[in-house]
């Protein structure tokens, strides 16, 4: 997990270093930030997360061989060694963004470079020869990148950042100064690719954009076995080279631990192949609820199954409720079916950050999307309908759950990092029948399960264990104290029925329809004032429309 961030059209950068630091938890290794050369009123920054490769890793990264090109980058390509492999790239460094400036350098498409890329990335590439600016961001949005438009009328058109609060405060900055301008917040679409003509001036123009990939048509890689026969040997192989790859790390390696489905068999996998890869450390699983917890009881029993070291934290009402507002700032969202489970999040992130050596974070996320695992798929009115739904919650996950992994983990500095939305698995499984991918027998991820039974992976409890939303499953075991009768309750405090009455006058766009969702919101106006399209729908409002068309 890094953190990425450029402006250009502007040259008192000493202005924008709030902004700049605003994003320093995702890099807690190492900062710089400078000029493009040849290039005014530009600049650059980077914050590392050192996670693969030496100090010659550090961006904005430009080596000798390619003089008249700069990349910043946040992420991890799976088969960098792979290309250089295939098409004999002499590397300067170990790190794997430099294959990014080869790729470019050979082909001169920032397109065909994002298609070629097996990982995750949010990056961009400046060459001063042609005088253009390429950005590219990979197929489900693991990597965030959100860009400013047209920040001033006439000089400057586009800044980039990992986060949205960088460029809220570069706003400000803008706005203060009393030039005209016209700004548009926006995260930058996965799968998409962009190119800008760049001035002297720094001055940018939009050459050409478009989608490199979609859900639905993903590009293939290169795989390291032969597919069988049986597709459900295809899916465990699938997965098992999807963990494995992630194995690409100089820096420790643990797993999230819910005791679901998801991070069970993810944590399954991951100890088995670090013991194959010679790992000489044990591999460190994490679980975190109330008192009394269901998921801390699953997880104890996954971690003792798999042989990881656990750690388990207990957190209290108290603590959960103090982290509301550093958590809605973290995230920069208001939708609280995203914020209540990501309080537990972030205080295990917390927790790991502040007591253990681990920094990447393995996790379940994906999963339900991609293999159906949410209840209200059972109410589906046909196979296609449900294969629809699954496309179209993968399309959005950035702008949810995404979120919610990324931010709580960078703010700590540590790396998650989703073998579920792998692109070759997700290829693979999304190819299958449709019909096959229902839930089956009024069991979700029915499919899932059924690759893995019988091969003792998991106990059968775990395997076969019902969808839990996470934070039903962190909450205590007495009635009426969930995680979520907690919340509520603070909110009822501190949301009064007058201000909530007149909810929609307050909030038009998403209005709240809850005490809890109104404060949240309340929150977000507070760091965010006028960006409530960062939240651009809510997502339990999303899902009623097959329950809908379910009940026609």
């Not at 301008?181 to 996965?190: E, I, Q, S, V």
């Not at 939009?206 to 290169?222: H, M, N, R, S």
């Not at 700032?329 to 681990?358: G, R």
């Not at 309340?522 to 097959?546: A, D, N």
Request: glycine share 8%; aromatic share 12%; charged share 20%.
């Amino acid at each position: 997990m890094c953190g990425i961030w450029a402006v250009f059209g502007y040259h008192d950068y000493h202005q924008f270093m709030p902004s700049i630091m605003a994003i320093r938890g995702r890099g807690p290794d190492a900062f710089r930030t400078e000029p493009i050369p040849g290039f005014h009123n530009s600049r650059l920054a980077f914050h590392r997360l050192a996670i693969v490769g030496d100090v010659t890793g550090m961006q904005p990264m430009r080596i000798k061989q390619l003089p008249h090109l700069v990349l910043i980058y946040n992420g991890e390509i799976y088969n960098h060694k792979q290309l250089v492999t295939t098409f004999g790239f002499d590397m300067a460094t170990t790190c794997d963004a430099e294959v990014i400036l080869h790729l470019y350098n050979k082909f001169g498409d920032v397109r065909r470079v994002a298609k070629l890329l097996d990982g995750v990335f949010a990056f961009s590439i400046v060459d001063s020869d042609s005088k253009q600016v390429h950005l590219g961001r990979d197929t489900f949005g693991v990597r965030p990148m959100f860009t400013l438009k047209e920040m001033f009328t006439e000089r400057t058109t586009l800044a980039l950042s990992s986060e949205a609060k960088s460029l809220v405060l570069l706003e400000e900055t803008f706005t203060g100064t009393g030039n005209g301008h016209k700004l548009a917040l926006d995260p930058f679409p996965p799968g998409h690719y962009a190119t800008f003509a760049l001035s002297t001036e720094g001055k940018l123009s939009l050459q050409e954009e478009g989608a490199y990939t979609y859900v639905g048509k993903i590009p293939t890689f290169d795989i390291n076995f032969t597919p069988a026969d049986d597709q459900m040997e295809n899916i465990r192989r699938y997965l098992s080279e999807a963990v494995k790859k992630r194995l690409m790390a100089d820096r420790r390696i643990g797993c999230f631990l819910s005791g679901g489905l998801d991070s069970s068999l993810v944590a399954a996998i991951l100890t088995k192949h670090a013991k194959e890869a010679g790992i000489d450390y044990p591999i460190q699983t994490f679980s975190i609820g109330l008192e009394g917890s269901t998921d801390l009881v699953a997880a104890r029993k996954v971690a003792k199954h798999i042989g990881s070291e656990h750690h388990e934290v207990i957190f209290t009402p108290e603590e959960g409720i103090q982290a509301l507002r550093d958590v809605i700032y973290t995230l920069e969202i208001y939708d609280f079916d995203q914020i209540c489970p990501s309080v537990a999040l972030y205080l295990l992130s917390k927790y790991v950050h502040e007591n253990t050596e681990t920094v990447v974070l393995y996790c379940g996320e994906g999963a339900d999307e991609l293999c159906q695992g949410y209840v209200y798929f059972h109410k589906a009115p046909s196979a296609e309908m449900a294969d629809q739904e699954s496309r179209r919650l993968l399309k959005d996950l950035y702008l949810f759950d995404l979120v919610r992994v990324d931010r709580a983990t960078a703010a700590f500095g540590l790396e998650a990092r989703v073998p579920f939305l792998d692109v070759p698995f997700t290829s693979f499984f999304l190819s299958l029948p449709a019909v096959e991918r229902q839930p089956r027998g009024g069991v979700e991820k029915w499919l899932l399960r059924a690759a893995y039974d019988g091969t003792g992976i998991l106990p059968d409890e775990i395997l076969w264990r019902t969808k839990t939303p996470f934070s039903t499953g962190v909450s205590g075991s007495q009635p009426g104290k969930s995680w979520l009768e907690y919340i509520e309750v603070y909110a009822e405090h501190r949301v009064s029925d007058g201000e909530f009455a007149r909810a929609s006058e307050f909030y038009e766009y998403n209005t709240p329809t809850s005490k809890v969702a109104f404060f949240c919101r309340k929150v977000f106006e507070e760091f965010f004032p006028g960006h409530q399209t960062l939240t651009p729908f809510m997502w339990l409002t999303q899902i009623r429309s097959l329950l809908q068309l379910a009940t026609k």
